[in-house]
């Protein structure tokens, strides 16, 4: 693995936030002041491609990074666009096998939206619309 790859790999196992490839590219440019944003963007797709981390696509935001790689939920701030993983039962995708007769299901992308405390207290700022 190269120097920024492993650099890239570290920043998002380094705290449970999902971050997104912007927010990855600024932590890294403050270790790496020669790291260019497309490099970051690479890597990040090698690292999705490899199964190393997961991409989150979100609806009208950019994508998040997230280094737990089993399929779990998430919960999604329809204000601020703090994402959370929440915990699910392993047998979740039980129920769905039983309705779809012949189809093996390997995994699934469940987002669920609320409005967090923070931003029902109003002390929260947007941070969904962030590039």
Same mark, same amino acid.
């Given at each position: 693995?190269?120097?920024?790859?492993? !650099?890239?790999?570290?920043?998002?196992?380094?705290?449970?936030?999902? &971050?997104?490839?912007?927010? =990855?590219?600024? !932590?890294?440019?403050?270790?790496?002041?020669?790291?260019?944003?497309? /490099? +970051?963007?690479?890597?990040?797709?090698? !690292? +999705?491609?490899?199964?190393?981390? &997961?991409?989150?696509?979100?609806?009208?935001?950019?994508? &998040?990074?997230? &280094?737990?790689?089993?399929?779990?939920?998430?919960? =999604?701030?329809? *204000?601020?666009?703090?994402?959370?993983?929440? +915990?699910?039962?392993?047998?979740?995708?039980?129920?769905?096998?039983?309705? /779809?007769?012949? *189809?093996? !299901? /390997?995994?699934?992308?469940?987002?669920?939206?609320? *409005? %967090?405390?923070? %931003?029902?207290?109003?002390?929260?700022?947007? +941070?969904?619309?962030?590039?």
């Amino acid at each position: 693995m190269t120097r920024q790859r492993q !650099l890239i790999y570290n920043i998002i196992n380094a705290a449970p936030e999902h &971050r997104t490839a912007e927010e =990855i590219y600024d !932590l890294a440019r403050a270790e790496m002041p020669s790291l260019a944003r497309g /490099t +970051v963007y690479r890597n990040l797709g090698l !690292l +999705v491609q490899s199964g190393q981390i &997961r991409k989150l696509e979100m609806p009208d935001a950019p994508a &998040r990074y997230d &280094r737990e790689r089993r399929p779990h939920p998430h919960l =999604i701030c329809q *204000v601020c666009g703090q994402v959370e993983d929440l +915990v699910a039962p392993e047998e979740l995708l039980g129920p769905f096998s039983i309705m /779809t007769p012949g *189809v093996t !299901l /390997t995994g699934y992308d469940l987002k669920l939206y609320h *409005v %967090c405390p923070a %931003c029902q207290a109003g002390k929260a700022g947007p +941070v969904a619309r962030k590039a």
